[in-house]
């Protein structure tokens, strides 16, 4: 009876294990496709010279449209007031590009993702935000 119980319990240790295991793997990859995501919208940023008057809204919203990044905007306000606050624009698709100036001809873009987490069994969904920072950019005019 005694080997009965304790192979019992080393199934659920095991299985434990297993679903800890596959939860950090899917949180590092959601993690990962995140922050590639991220660097791809600082690249559209950095190449295009991003002027608020140029189509490069449209670009990095087909940018994100194109990935499986799925900020759902709409459940998670608080990102957009945010974004709003630091003066800065909010893609429909969840990213915030916030404009910095150095000087009046130097600018530089700070971006921010989020990533979302769902834990649905424990009714929690923490939004981590992701950002970075586009190099100065020396604006033509």
Known sequence: MRDAFGSTFMFKLIIIFIVAFVSFMTIAASYARVFRVKNGVIDILEQMQYDSSSDSEDDINNYLS?????????????????????????????????????????????????????????????VIPISGETEVIVLPY
Not at 107 to 123: E, H, M, Q, R, S
């Open 66 to 126: 194109n990935f499986s990044y799925n900020y759902p905007a709409s459940q998670y306000p608080s990102a957009k007031s945010n974004c709003d606050s630091k003066s800065g624009f909010y893609s429909e698709n969840g990213a915030c590009i916030i404009r910095n100036e150095v000087s009046s001809n130097e600018v530089y873009y700070k971006v921010i993702l989020y990533l979302v987490i769902d834990f649905p069994f424990f009714n929690y969904n923490p």
